[in-house]
């Protein structure tokens, strides 16, 4: 079956800095990425729609300069933090295919940001 | 930033006995909806989907009922177990369009 990992599953960082997270189709080609985010409690919001080759598509109110995304190749998507202050601490959530995908939606394990 | 005192709804249940999770979707336009199970600190797992020219579907001991005309879903798991216990959310998507939104979720307990 597909399965995406993301990496890191856990990061903690220094107020200011810039974090960088990965998120990887290992068995099959995705197009299209989805970043979640989610606060505890709450559902996922999406964040940006990654696809490859070109520029994501952002949410309205998510800033594209803080939350950079790329998605350079067909299997490989990031999400960079940039500047990160500690209400940017939260649970990140990628999802690589789509309804379109033969695979569907498959989710990445997370990763929890904790910006001290 | 994070939200303080914010409280799933929470279903608890007997195990083996069944449970019914309910979720109102927004847009009338969508017609394809999945359910996802989330264990605490992992992604969303798939369970069942179902596109809006069905009203019922049936997987391994879980149904996923839809009602377009009230906008309602229901994700019914039969024999619960230990295992069930975690947060469901029903998503929702319209044709064209790739991008999934994610209801609000409810909590499963399950009581040995």
């Known amino acids: 079956g597909a399965v995406v990992s993301q990496h890191p599953s856990w990061v903690i960082c220094k107020s200011g800095t810039s974090v960088k997270i990965e998120c990887r189709s290992l068995d099959f080609q995705a197009t299209t990425m989805f970043w979640y985010r989610q606060f505890p409690k709450q559902s996922l919001m999406l964040m940006a729609t990654s696809n490859e080759g070109s520029k994501a598509t952002y949410e309205q109110g998510v800033e594209k300069d803080k939350f950079l995304i790329n998605h350079a190749s067909l299997t490989l998507s990031t999400l960079t933090v940039t500047s990160a202050h500690p209400e940017d601490s939260s649970f990140y959530i990628c999802?690589?295919?789509?309804?379109?995908?033969?695979?569907?939606?498959?989710f990445g394990s997370g990763t929890r940001l904790t910006v001290v | 930033g994070e939200s303080v005192g914010l409280h799933l709804p929470t279903l608890s249940v007997q195990e083996g006995d069944n449970s019914i999770i309910n979720c109102a979707y927004s847009?009338?336009?969508?017609?394809?909806f999945i359910w996802y199970k989330q264990e605490s600190g992992k992604g969303p797992q798939f369970i069942i989907d179902?596109?809006?020219?069905?009203d019922k579907r049936q997987g391994q001991r879980v149904t996923v009922l839809l009602n377009k005309t009230v906008k309602h879903l229901s994700l019914q798991i039969a024999a619960t177990q230990p295992g069930d216990s975690a947060v469901y959310f029903c998503?929702?998507?319209?044709?064209?369009?790739?991008?999934?939104?994610f209801g609000k979720g409810n909590q499963v307990v399950v009581i040995p």
């Open positions: 847009n009338s336009a969508s017609d394809y």
């Open positions: 999802s690589a295919g789509g309804r379109y995908n033969h695979y569907g939606y498959t």
């Open positions: 998503a929702e998507n319209i044709y064209g369009n790739n991008r999934l939104a």
């Open positions: 179902i596109r809006s020219n069905m």
